[in-house]
């Protein structure tokens, strides 16, 4: 798994790249979690746009960064979600309690 970090205005934009999966999973944690910390990060974009596979293990990072986010006032949402993760998304419920946007910039300007 690649991690690519951008910030469009004030927002964290993270493309996750490759299978986000059990065996990358406790990286990707660390590595956003140290980049919210960092930067004081209010509002993160999760781009899925690259993610080639999703498992339970990548639920848990999704919600687990959402409600690091709520604990410090800020928010978090994904975009750019493929057909792959979005059935993951889907039946795990994710879309219930996280915005999901069809664009990296659609989401910037709602975020």
């Known amino acids: 798994m690649y991690l690519k970090f951008d910030k469009k205005e004030d927002k964290l934009v993270v493309s996750l790249m490759g299978e986000l999966d059990h065996h990358s999973a406790e990286e990707v944690r660390v590595k956003i979690d140290d980049r919210i910390d960092r ?66 910039d659609e989401a910037v300007v709602n975020i």
Do not use: P, W
């Not at 687990?64 to 979005?86: P, S």
């Open 39 to 104: 930067d004081n990060i209010k509002k993160v974009i999760l781009n899925f746009n690259g993610v080639t596979f999703m498992d339970s293990s990548g639920i848990g990072v999704v919600i687990g960064r959402f409600k690091k986010m709520q604990n410090r006032d800020g928010k978090l949402c994904v975009a750019e979600i493929n057909r792959t993760v979005n059935k993951v998304f889907e039946i795990s419920g994710m879309y219930k309690i996280i915005d999901v946007y069809s664009s990296i």
